[in-house]
């Protein structure tokens, strides 16, 4: 396996990306979206690790990027939202330098989800593999958001703490404030206009779409809440890493991501 750093054109600005490429390349590759303000490495260079694993033992060519304003990348950073402009310029990036290529596989965690799901086709992607989507467009209020299930997970767990008990017994948790909270989760929400917009643009996708979620992922639990859950599109796995970075959760990404790049 090679790997090597590329700089491109985007709206001005020079982005710089990294292509792993097997000694025996296929002919599907795998364009990874970073989420957030992430840089392209990923958590801890968990991104790097993936695609070197994916290069090495499947011989899929990976290529990873900075979008505008991020890491080594030139340009300002404007969120995910206006990111449509790096996904496209990458794409045309990975196809010059692996010509080869007939197929595009577009991967992406969190906001990157939402992103490849907004901009994807119109980008020219092949296929698409959408991580734990963000599905919220107020960062505060989905950080105090979770689904009814969730929070009572959350409550039975406190419950089977003594300590939870001896405050609950002396008036140190509200019963009321725990009926509300679970009452008002429970009550089906408003979709986001993210989340309808999402809809709409993968409903125009001719591709294969795949959604994993972590099912203890809160922003998984939220896209559960706003999305419907009988899409045969959705896999899951009984995991709580956002990013999938337990062995077992790798594993599981790594086999779905092989499946979709088949």
């Not at 300002?76 to 010509?99: C, K, T």
Request: aromatic content about 6%; overall charge neutral.
């Amino acid at each position: 396996m090679m790997r090597r750093h590329l700089g491109f054109a985007c709206e001005g600005a020079q982005l710089v990306g990294t292509l792993d490429t097997p000694s025996a390349a296929g002919t599907t590759g795998l364009l990874v979206v970073s989420g957030g303000n992430e840089i392209r490495s990923g958590a801890f260079a968990g991104m790097a690790r993936l695609t070197a694993q994916l290069a090495r033992e499947e011989g899929v060519p990976c290529f990873r990027f900075d979008r505008r304003g991020v890491g080594e990348s030139e340009g300002e950073n404007h969120g995910y939202r206006s990111s449509a402009p790096d996904i496209a310029a990458a794409l045309v990036a990975f196809r010059q330098a692996a010509p080869h290529l007939r197929r595009v596989i577009g991967f992406g965690i969190c906001d990157a989800a939402s992103a490849l799901a907004l901009f994807g086709g119109d980008a020219g992607l092949d296929g698409l593999v959408l991580a734990n989507p963000w599905t919220r467009d107020d960062a505060e209020e989905a950080a105090g958001a979770l689904p009814a299930g969730a929070l009572w997970r959350r409550y039975i767990g406190k419950l089977a703490r003594p300590d939870e008990w001896r405050r609950l017994l002396s008036g140190g948790v509200s019963i009321a404030s725990m009926a509300r909270d679970v009452g008002g989760a429970a009550r089906a929400p408003r979709a986001s206009a993210l989340v309808r917009e999402m809809d709409e643009a993968l409903s125009r996708f001719a591709g294969p779409v795949s959604i994993l979620l972590a099912e203890g992922d809160r922003t998984a639990q939220l896209f559960e809440a706003a999305w419907p859950r009988t899409d045969q599109r959705i896999a899951r796995h009984a995991s709580a890493g956002h990013a999938f970075d337990s062995e077992p959760a790798r594993d599981w990404l790594i086999a779905r991501l092989r499946e979709a790049l088949a």
